[in-house]
């Protein structure tokens, strides 16, 4: 069955930068794209970018584009999102999910809680 | 950016009851819109894709309709496992924008 695990919750300072990791499993990971999408406290979802799986193009929003960086690894199925100089207004819980046509995206991952705090 | 606009923001109802939610969009999206379910703790839920093509293994209480700006979600009989926040999704161009969220609860 299809599955993206996240990796864990992590706690940063301001202007540190953070990985989030995305393994997935149970398809063909390269015929795919997986995006990124953040929920901050009490707030609607935001999309952030992402990385069509087969060929590495990338899509960011204007939002974070120059602190974003979405990357993967097709021989581990496995995507990646890179956040740098971050404030405490990027805490939030950080998703990912596999887009099988335009923006639908059918699973997703556990999510990733991202404290920024001094 | 296409902002997403639902309504109402909160609603209480009973089990067995109709629930219908609108979402507009701020131009034209042709049907890129897709519904999904967000409980406390979890990630978001496909239901709806392409504003009216019900996800494989969602009950078919769930439905959705519309085209252009406006779009509609119902849940025909409410069922106590309905209780979760509902989002539309844009996709018809960057960025992927939701709506504010639809927070559902039972009376």
């Known amino acids: 069955q299809v599955q993206l695990v996240q990796s864990g919750a992590e706690v940063k300072k301001p202007g540190a930068s953070v990985r989030v990791i995305c393994k997935t499993s149970?398809?063909?990971?390269?015929?795919?794209?997986i995006h990124w999408v953040r929920q901050a406290p009490g707030q609607r979802l935001e999309w952030m970018g992402g990385?069509?799986?087969?060929?590495?193009?990338?899509k960011y929003s204007q939002r974070f584009q120059g602190r974003v960086s979405i990357t993967r690894d097709t021989s581990a199925s496995t995507a990646y999102m890179d956040l740098s100089s971050l404030r405490s207004e990027d805490t939030a819980v950080y998703y990912c999910?596999?887009?099988?046509?335009?923006?639908?995206?059918?699973?997703w991952g556990q999510g990733t809680l991202i404290t920024v705090s001094s | 950016d296409i902002q997403m606009t639902q309504s109402p923001s909160s609603l209480s109802a009973s089990v067995g009851d109709r629930v219908t939610i609108t979402c507009q969009a701020s131009?034209?999206?042709?049907?890129?819109l897709n519904w999904y379910q967000q409980k406390p703790g979890k990630a978001p839920k496909l239901l709806i894709y392409?504003?009216?093509n019900l996800e494989t293994g969602v009950p078919s209480r769930f439905s959705g309709s519309g085209s252009g700006t406006d779009f509609t979600f119902t849940i025909s009989s409410l069922q106590p496992e309905d209780i979760a926040t509902y989002y539309c999704?844009?996709?018809?161009?960057?960025?992927?924008?939701f709506g504010q969220g639809t927070r559902l609860e039972i009376k």
């Open positions: 999704q844009q996709f018809d161009s960057l960025p992927f924008t």
């Open positions: 131009q034209d999206i042709s049907d890129y």
């Open positions: 392409d504003a009216s």
């Open positions: 149970g398809y063909t990971f390269t015929t795919l794209a």
């Open positions: 990385i069509n799986a087969g060929n590495g193009d990338t």
């Open positions: 999910a596999r887009v099988v046509r335009g923006g639908v995206c059918d699973y």
